[in-house]
């Protein structure tokens, strides 16, 4: 597979892991756009071994990280959630409800905490491999993901996770 192709199949999944880890779309495709470039610069090695999109992910994550070192911006969130707009579907509307709900919650965590969360939970990750990919130790992934949790059923209320 060339470069290209790579790229054409392979970041819509990028950008939704990358959504995950930034909590904003803008910054989710500088995050990929920044990975996938460097993705470019080891692609003949990366071609050979067919371990592209892992090398991508892992650089997004590592990049993520360095960005949550460089700057601390503080985060500006929105009292209350704006309602969803009336649907003919009850289900759907539900569910876009739910989606905003569960946004607004996410984005109450720290940047470490939904990367922990994203790692974990979305990627499937390990403890022990996303200590690896955050470049943190495995008590730190531990004590981080029962923080973010305990922050998210705070938000969202016990029985939803």
Known sequence: MDFD???RSRTP??????????????????LVQSALARTHRAWRRLRD????????????????VNWWR??????????????????????SADGVALRLTLQAALMRLT???????VLRF????????????????LGTVKSTCARALARLRTHLGEGAL
């Open 122 to 137: 979305f990627e499937d990750r390990t403890e022990v491999e996303t200590a690896e990919m955050l470049g943190v130790t």
């Open 70 to 91: 460089r700057r601390r911006v503080p985060e500006s969130l929105a009292d209350a959630v704006p309602e969803p707009r009336p649907s003919a579907q009850a289900s």
């Open 49 to 64: 071994t067919g371990n592209a999109e892992a090398y991508t992910r892992r650089t997004m994550y590592h990049l993520q």
């Open 13 to 30: 999944a990028l950008l939704r892991s990358a959504y995950l880890l930034t909590g904003d779309q803008h910054l989710a495709e500088d």
């Open 5 to 7: 192709a790579f790229v």
């Open 111 to 117: 940047a470490k905490q939904r990367a922990v969360l």
